[in-house]
């Protein structure tokens, strides 16, 4: 297992759409570690593969509830249904969320408070996931990665045009930023 560099906002692989797992393969398996020991390090609550520069259609979680129960996992090929979010702007307290390929900042985003996941785990068993509040964010989060949606293309004009003048600032924006957890101090 090893952590691997994420990507940062602008690099193609974050921004495309990622394909499907055809066949769970070591090589598959590997990745699934190493995006698990990536994700720890960070430390984030998800990573899609294309965070790490694959384009397939894979992504881990980690959650613990207010009793400390974990909720860990990886989803191969998900299929995300939601229900529609609630009208209105979000709460900047309750509803912001960060990026591990947009490090260091948070934003306020309204989503679905509920959410069913789909598909296959590392053994090729069918995995089928019903969540509400914070675990529900992590899925639509993760999801949107593998078709190549950032959390900052939704936000809303004032807030979207925040985060492109921070991106100009840092030198993001363009093919080759990445930082690596654990080496690299951007207080994700």
Request: hydrophobic share 35%.
């Amino acid at each position: 297992m090893a952590v691997r560099p994420i990507r940062i906002m602008g690099d193609p692989a974050l921004h495309s759409v990622a394909a499907p797992v055809d066949e769970v393969t070591d090589e598959i398996r590997d990745l699934v570690a190493d995006m698990f020991e990536t994700m720890d390090a960070a430390p984030g609550v998800g990573l899609a593969a294309p965070q790490v520069g694959v384009g397939l259609r894979i992504y881990t979680y980690t959650y613990q509830d207010d009793d400390g129960a974990p909720w860990r996992g990886v989803i191969i090929n998900p299929e995300l249904w939601m229900t529609p979010p609630e009208p209105g702007s979000p709460d900047p307290d309750d509803e912001s969320e960060g990026c591990l390929s947009f490090p260091g900042e948070r934003f306020p985003l309204r989503r679905s408070d509920e959410v069913r996941v789909t598909g296959t785990d590392l053994d090729g068993s069918p995995v089928d996931i019903r969540v509400d509040g914070w675990r529900a964010r992590i899925m639509q989060h993760e999801f949107d990665h593998l078709n190549g949606i950032l959390y900052i293309d939704r936000l809303d004009d004032g807030d979207w045009k925040t985060t492109q003048k921070i991106a100009r600032k840092r030198g993001w924006g363009k093919p080759g930023n990445q930082w690596v957890p654990g080496v690299d101090d951007l207080d994700a």
